[in-house]
Nanobody, 122 residues
């Protein structure tokens, strides 16, 4: 399983950005998908997760109300819509395939994309 994240960039605070993750595979809809991020000098942290059907969503408190995770199973794609971006959101963002929906632990995700950089200037 090869995950490919894209859509990062340099934006100003208050802006919006949408990240995409391609996860081709016949069993895509059988797995939850998640987004994590890692800022320089910090541990990788959970951002959001979506269930295999797309009917369930789970968010870190720090992004709740600003970020929205979604997926289109027919396209093997998962997205992260990020609104009202803050400088603290600056990080490399990773998509990952989850073994348990809603888990915030990196050990519960078995395949990872390469990451896409998001930089938010003040």
């Amino acid at each position: 399983v090869q995950l490919q994240a894209s859509g990062g960039g340099l934006v100003q605070a208050g802006s919006s950005l949408t990240l995409s993750c391609s996860a081709p595979g016949r069993t895509f809809s059988s797995y939850s998908m998640g987004w994590f991020r890692q800022a320089p000098g910090k541990e990788r942290e959970f951002v959001a997760a979506v269930s295999g059907s797309g009917g369930g969503e789970h968010y870190a408190d720090s992004v709740k109300g600003r970020f929205t995770i979604s997926r289109i199973n027919a396209r093997d794609m998962v997205y992260l819509q990020m609104n009202s971006l803050k400088p603290d959101d600056t990080a490399v963002y990773y998509c990952a395939r989850g073994l348990y929906f809603g888990s915030q632990m990196t050990s519960d995700y078995d395949y990872w994309g390469q990451g896409t950089q998001v930089t938010v200037s003040s």
